[in-house]
């Protein structure tokens, strides 16, 4: 499974969707941080809109990838989550996402602007 | 809701066994679960709710067992409730310690460690059962009230 990863001004911008399995998410993290270091990308947007399932193996990639990509020193902000995900993560226990989270992709372009111009982690 | 039978008796489609042992057979898991709920004409939170659980119990399959094992689901009745259930069986190693096994943030593998407390807190029943040549079975149930 190929996931598209777009690049827009500073900011780049992946989608993923629930049938990820090991190695999948595997190449998706490599992939990812190796167009952030090619490409001098500030900024990545995890779009989940596609996601109607979050168990704890995908919050873990979410969570996993997002740290890679801090490490490289990009800021990451996670958009699209449905309400029944939210919904079923907090009900599934403790913070299981660890990103910054927007509302939609929109949002998050903004939210990962404002962070470049404010300069915090 | 006739047609759904009662726990124990043979069900059609409201019934499917899922062989694990690798990370893309998590998917059909999660498939045949939503599709059985949707029969048995579940809310959708509670769809995501058993289809999560079934995802997460499928996952232990892969990564906590030697050979994987067998998810099985079925619809079930009881005193007018509608229920889903979940029950996976392995043959090996087993639990250590079934106790921290569902704490928060223990796990033995790569795991976040919130599996099974997921499981427990998104489902209305579970139940573990470690015998003594290490096989594990577990079982879980989600009731919906339909009347």
Known sequence: ?121 | MSDIPAPGSAGGNLEAKVEVTKTSHVANVQTKVRAITRILGFPELYIFKAAISASELASNLVYHTSAGGTISIRGIRKNGCIGIEIISIDSGPGIKDVNMALQDGYSTGPGLGSGLPAVERLMDELDILVTDDFKTCIRSRLWYFCE
């Open chain 1, 1 to 121: 499974m190929e996931i598209p990863i777009l690049k827009l001004k500073n900011i780049l911008l992946t989608s993923i969707q629930s049938d990820m399995n090991d190695d999948d998410a595997l190449k998706y993290q490599s992939d990812v941080m190796s167009t952030l270091e090619k490409s001098g990308a500030k900024g990545l947007v995890i779009d989940i809109t596609a996601m109607d399932i979050i168990d704890s193996f995908m919050a873990r990639v979410i969570n996993e990838t997002a740290r890679m990509a801090r490490l490289m020193g990009a800021r990451v902000v996670l958009c699209g989550m449905q309400p029944m995900v939210a919904l079923t993560l907090v009900e599934m226990g403790r913070e299981l996402i660890g990103v910054d989270t927007a509302l939609n992709l929109d949002k998050g372009f903004d939210k990962l602007v404002k962070m470049f111009n404010e300069g915090v982690d």
